[in-house]
Structure formats: C-alpha cells, structure tokens
C-alpha cells in the first residue's frame, strides 16, 4: 500500500471514529442475526494466509472460511468486513460489525474490550532478520530497529522485551513491516511464523528467526455482554473441531492438521 493511500485510509478512518465514539456498544444475540439473515463479520484481509484477497478481489483465507462455516452453523448468510489491525475492535464495538473472526490474539488487555471465544487458530511471534544480524536474546535488541504491525500482538511482545535504546517502528500492517526488513529500512522485524514463511518463500536463505516470544492463540470476538452469542460461537467451535472441518482448513491454508494446543483448547 503506497504512502498516499495509507494517510487516506487513516483519514477515513479517524473521520469514522468520530462520528462513531458516541454510537454505544450493544449486545448480540444469535436471535437478531438470523433476523437480519446476515451476519457481518469483521476479517483482516492482509494476512495471508489468513486473510486476502483472492483472484476475484473477494475476501478469503483460513478467517473467512470459518467465518462462512460459522454464517452456515446461523442459517445466514457472511457479510465480510475488510478491518485493519488498529480498527477490527473499534469497528465491533461501534457495531459495525457483530462478531470477528480477524486474527485477534487473545489478551488480557484485548479481553477488557472484547469477549473471546475458544482458540480457533493459533500461531508464534518471533523476532526475524537478515541471517548475519547477530541476536539471540532480547539484550541483543540494543541499538537496533526493529519493525512491528501497529497494535499487534508483537507490536505488545516486542515492546515488552525491548531496551531502552531500541527503536521500534511501528508500521499499518506486517506487509508494510515485511517490505521495510527487505529493503533494509528495519534490521528485523516481529512476526508470527506464517509471516516468516512467506518471508523465507519469497527471499529463500537471506533470513531467519531469531528469538520465538510467545505463542498465541486466536479466539473469535463478539461484543462485551454478547454471553448467549459467545455460548453458540464456542459451541460450534466444539463442532468442527470434534467432526474435523476446522482441522480441515487448516490443512488447507497452513499445511498441517490443527496444532494440538487449539484443537484441546477450551
């Protein structure tokens, strides 16, 4: 995304969030989704493979098939929502959304916004960079940059194990973050091991991971008080995993069988 288009869509952005800061947040129901006979569903669409944009510029990925397995648990219809990384919670509490299915890591912080589901997906934050940067432990952040998506599970990661001499550059997304590591803007970047395969399959030997900060795992998110909608959310969790269709799409978009440490989460 150029410079040009990322101050537009952060103007857009604040113009949205303040006509929207009054707007109350409201609990959901699965009663007033299938009303409406469409249920909308905030995803990132810049996360591949969770989240992109496929040959037909429609949302897809791991997200939004089990956003559309979740619209078909309802008997409704998935109205995907493009977010970004920093708006995904606003847009939910705003109501512009009923529920997310957007590469949310869960928090403690996150969950005093927000009310998560079971893990649905999981993946780990590292630190990553050129193979001839030499770091293995946080100390090692000393004097460097390193680049983070804003608001990011690893923006948190990075930000918590980084000294007071390093610079951490906070960027829209991880693409952006991505292209600044390879054109040598930042000397390393925090990123979830999906991103980092992409990394290695797009510039094969030039980098690898330094340090693995956590694991994390992704819960879909409904709006504070939304108790009977998070009920059935988790139930239908509890479906696919024991019927296998979430562990099927997993194998589809990362290549392996849902880790344990999501299909036994509850």
């Not at 929502?81 to 705003?94: D, E, K």
């Amino acid at each position: 995304m150029n410079i040009t288009r990322r101050v537009a869509l952060a103007l857009v952005g604040a113009g949205f969030m303040a006509a929207t800061a009054s707007m109350p947040a409201t609990a959901q129901t699965v009663e007033s989704i299938k009303s409406a006979g469409t249920v909308k569903i905030g995803m990132l669409v810049d996360f591949p493979p969770f989240g992109i944009m496929n040959e037909s510029n429609q949302p897809d990925g791991y997200d939004a098939d089990v956003a559309k397995l979740l619209a078909k648990e309802f008997g409704v219809e998935a109205q995907i929502v493009p977010v970004t990384g920093p708006n995904r919670i606003p847009y939910l509490q705003s109501n512009q959304v009923d529920l997310l299915v957007a590469s949310l890591g869960i928090t403690e912080e996150r969950a005093k916004s927000v009310d998560f589901s079971d893990p649905y997906a999981g993946i780990s934050i590292g630190i990553f960079g050129a193979e001839d940067v030499d770091m293995s432990k946080p100390e090692d952040l000393s004097g460097k940059t390193i680049g983070v998506a804003r608001a990011s599970t690893q923006d948190t990661a990075v930000t918590a194990i980084a000294p007071q001499d390093a610079t951490i550059q906070r960027f829209d997304d991880d693409a952006s973050a991505v292209q600044a590591l390879l054109s040598g803007q930042v000397e390393l970047i925090g990123v979830s091991n999906v991103v980092a395969a992409q990394i290695e399959a797009a510039a094969p030997g030039r980098f690898n991971q330094k340090l693995e900060l956590t694991q994390q795992v992704q819960g879909i998110a409904v709006r504070k008080g939304s108790s009977e909608l998070l009920e059935a959310v988790n139930a239908f969790l509890d479906k696919v995993k024991e019927n296998g269709e979430l562990s099927a799409i997993h194998e589809k978009w990362l290549g392996a069988p849902l880790p344990s440490f999501i299909a036994d989460a509850n």
